[in-house]
Structure formats: structure tokens, C-alpha cells
């Protein structure tokens, strides 16, 4: 369905709330497959809340 995934970068981003984590680690911390976990950093990404850094993902504070 159109936009059933929404939840899905909300899911990754409270994981990255407890520190910064590897894809692979947030798709086992998950229980979502890799594309879906790839599909949601890379939306976060483009949202400016994670920054990757060595294969690494970090949330990233709001600047207001």
C-alpha cells in the first residue's frame, strides 16, 4: 500500500536514539528486512536526522 512504510524510519531513528549502530545491528534490533532498513536511512538521511559515518549511523540532534 502507498506510504505502509511510513513507520518504518520513526522505528530506526528511536533505535538510533540509543546510540549509533550499523545497518546490520539496526536490522536485527529491528526485525525488518535490510531493504527496508536501507530504504529508511537513507530517508532519514534526506531528512537530515541520521548522518553515516564509516558504515556507522548516528541520530542527529535538531539544531532549534
Sequence with gaps: APG???HY???IAE???DG???ADALTRASGLDSGAVGAAL???ELAGLVAEGAGV???VMPAD
Design 4 to 6: 505502509g512504510n511510513k
Design 9 to 11: 524510519p520513526r522505528s
Design 15 to 17: 533505535l538510533l536514539r
Design 20 to 22: 549509533p549502530a550499523s
Design 42 to 44: 537513507v530517508e532519514l
Design 57 to 59: 549511523y548516528r541520530a
